[in-house]
């Protein structure tokens, strides 16, 4: 589904970019019921029964993703209502306890780069995409926060991930925020 695309690419992407610093987001401690189905590092920021969207699973390849490689992303899960114009992305992420990203992005907007198009109707959506990531990665510990609010703030999802760039390309996933 085309979200998931829009989500898991910035949450890969945008680690590697731009820096604009300001203040954090809370984020629930680790807790393994939070961990989101499928070969992937994402977990969600808080118990997600209320959230629209209800996600199936999420599968990366590779899982880890490396720098350099296409990353292969395949998702499956269900919207309970439609997700109209006016749907916002919040993204932060924080490089050790640095916030160098911090923004929000109009999700149909964004989305078009990822070929969504609004209004996302409700029911089953699945997603297959696949992203080229960047070679040159700066190596340290990054923190992705990706919270997507319909016009109404209601929660349609919210994810996080804990990565760990090593020097000369390998990545190391945290099981959990450290
Ligand atoms: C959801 O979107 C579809 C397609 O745009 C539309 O036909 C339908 O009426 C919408 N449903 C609601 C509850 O707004």
């Known amino acids: ?30 807790d393994d019921a939070l961990d989101v189905p499928g070969k992937n590092p994402l977990q969600h920021c808080q118990d997600p029964k209320d959230d629209i969207l209800d996600l199936e699973s999420v599968d990366l390849d590779p899982n880890p993703p490396l720098p350099g490689k ?8 269900t919207l309970s209502q ?3 114009e006016g749907a916002k992305v919040h993204l932060q992420v924080k490089w050790g306890l640095v916030t160098i990203i911090k923004m ?14 609004c209004p996302i109707e ?11 990531l960047p070679k040159e990665i700066p190596p ?5 926060i990706a919270d997507v609010e319909t016009k109404d703030e209601d929660r349609v999802t919210c994810l996080t991930a804990t990565v760990e760039f090593k020097r000369g ?3 190391v996933v945290h099981q959990g925020l450290k």
């Open 70 to 77: 296409t990353l292969k992303i395949t998702a499956t899960g």
């Open 140 to 144: 340290g510990k990054y923190n992705v």
């Open 82 to 84: 439609n997700v109209t």
């Open 1 to 30: 589904m085309k979200l998931f695309a829009l989500l898991t690419s910035s949450l890969l992407a945008t680690a590697v970019s731009a820096s604009i610093f300001g203040s954090s987001i809370e984020v629930a401690p680790y």
């Open 104 to 117: 929000t992005n109009d999700l149909c907007d964004a989305g078009k780069e990822v070929d969504l198009k």
């Open 169 to 171: 390309g390998n990545m």
């Open 122 to 132: 409700k029911g089953e959506i699945t997603l297959e995409k696949e992203v080229k």
